[in-house]
């Protein structure tokens, strides 16, 4: 299996995020050594929003707050790869050093890009251009539900969402501004390449079973159901 998965950068910020990443990075070198071939991005968390807000209130334009959360996401990148003993060395910054990664049979760590998206979106790039049989996205929300979780109780979980549903789902959240899920340029890319995509929850256990094609989280899917 070729796979992406993006790791949310909540997991720097934990108390106990040296026992997290280490759990994480030892999935990720089983799941190599099984013969699969794994590539990582990971967000920015907890630091990077505090610092864009702190820019923003210093008067720094939104190109150059994206450009301190691209540089949070890569502290992070780093800091995972310093515990990856099959990483490449060095932070993904252009899709195709990800081709030379695996060519050398390491695997590539990625944070953002280039300014204007997010780290989903670079996770949905890196699936496209690396024609990943599977993309998971681990986010904190665990999964979608047909209403933000948060605001109505009875939300529902959804084991599967077709990407029409999705992109309703997060059109309405959105106005709302509360829901956190896929942005919509991830989904569009996603959409052009129908990329098989998992979202899933955060926990190494979660991320483990969706590794190994366990039941969990939600599948989008690209015919109507
Ligand atoms: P993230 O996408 O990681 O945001 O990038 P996040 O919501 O904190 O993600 P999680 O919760 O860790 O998963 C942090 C910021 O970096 C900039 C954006 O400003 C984004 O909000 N960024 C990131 C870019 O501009 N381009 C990128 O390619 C990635």
Redesign the pocket.
């Known amino acids: 299996m070729k796979t992406v998965v993006k790791i949310?950068?909540?997991i720097f910020d934990e108390v106990g995020a040296e026992e997290r990443i280490k759990e994480l990075a030892s999935v990720f070198e089983k799941y190599v050594q099984d013969g699969n071939s794994l590539a990582i991005v990971v967000?920015?968390?907890k630091r990077?929003?505090e610092l864009?807000e702190l820019g923003r209130k210093l008067g720094a334009t939104e190109d150059v707050?994206?450009e301190i959360?691209?540089d949070i996401?890569r502290i992070n990148a780093k800091l995972l790869i310093s515990c990856i003993k099959d990483s490449y060395p060095q932070v993904i910054t252009d899709l195709r050093e990800a081709d030379i990664a695996w060519s050398v049979k390491k695997i590539p760590v990625a944070g953002?890009?280039?300014?204007?998206?997010?780290?989903?979106?670079?996770a949905a790039l890196l699936a496209e251009h690396l024609k990943a049989d599977l993309f998971i996205n681990s986010t904190k929300a665990g999964g979608v539900y047909d209403r933000d979780p948060k605001k109505y109780p009875d939300a529902r979980f959804m084991e599967r969402v077709s990407i029409e549903e999705l992109k309703k789902i997060i059109k309405g959240s959105s106005e709302a501004g509360t829901y956190e899920l896929l942005d919509e340029v991830s989904i569009g890319i996603i959409q052009r390449s129908k990329i098989r995509t998992l979202v899933t929850g955060t926990g190494t256990a979660e991320i483990k079973k969706a590794l190994y094609g366990e039941n969990v989280g939600t599948m989008i899917v690209f015919e109507r159901i």
């Open positions: 949310s950068g909540s967000g920015g968390g990077s929003r864009i707050l994206d959360g691209i996401t953002g890009l280039s300014p204007g998206h997010s780290t989903n979106a670079v």
